[in-house]
């Protein structure tokens, strides 16, 4: 006679750790689409103008003040700009990212396989950013995926053993 083992569940700290990194993922998606909205009933131009005089009145108390000098440059910066792709970007990317959050809350198989492989592309992304510009976030926000991707393998490998 054959016995049937059921695996044990993902630890209560991983599935915690899965939790917490989707809430924080979906918080993510959530305010990417409020800037993306906020961007889009903006008027042109409007958002450089406050970062311009708000970090010029920052760098009048503080010449030094890191941030103050990094938001100046960034909004001198021509990719600034281009707002529509800003809008455009933060609406999708926060639409995919909150939708994938609530189909993996909900436990959707599908949505397992489709959030590592959007993981993954924004790893590859990121990586390719990194080789442009050398910026250490991308490294670090890769790290963070490849954490999320883990939780949510383990999280779906049990959700595999717990529903035939």
Same mark, same amino acid.
């Given at each position: ?10 630890? /209560?700290? !991983? ?8 809430? #924080?993922? #979906?918080?993510?998606?959530? $305010?990417?689409?409020? +800037? +993306?909205?906020?961007? @889009?009933?903006?008027?042109?131009? =409007? ?7 708000? !970090? /010029? ?10 941030? $103050? &000098?990094? @938001?100046? +440059? ?17 609406? %999708?990317? +926060?639409?995919?990212?909150? #939708? ?15 959030? %590592?492989? =959007?993981?993954? #592309?924004? *790893? ?14 991308? %490294? !670090? ?7 999320? %991707?883990?939780? *949510? ?6 959700? &595999?053993?717990?529903?035939?």
């Amino acid at each position: 006679m054959t016995e049937i083992v059921t695996p044990a569940p993902v630890s /209560k700290w !991983a599935h915690l750790s899965f939790l917490v990194s989707m809430l #924080g993922k #979906g918080a993510l998606g959530l $305010a990417q689409i409020l +800037g +993306g909205l906020a961007l @889009a009933f903006t008027p042109t131009g =409007a958002l450089n103008g406050l970062v311009l005089r708000l !970090a /010029k009145l920052e760098l009048v108390e503080d010449p030094n003040d890191f941030m $103050a &000098k990094w @938001a100046l +440059g960034a909004a001198n910066a021509p990719q600034m700009a281009n707002e529509t792709f800003y809008t455009i970007y933060l609406l %999708i990317h +926060g639409g995919l990212n909150l #939708g994938l959050v609530l189909a993996l809350l909900a436990g959707l198989r599908w949505a397992y396989p489709v959030s %590592i492989a =959007a993981l993954a #592309g924004f *790893i590859i992304y990121q990586l390719s950013k990194f080789a442009l510009t050398g910026d250490w976030v991308m %490294i !670090a926000l890769s790290v963070l995926d490849i954490f999320v %991707i883990w939780l *949510i393998w383990r999280e779906w490998q049990a959700h &595999k053993r717990m529903i035939p």
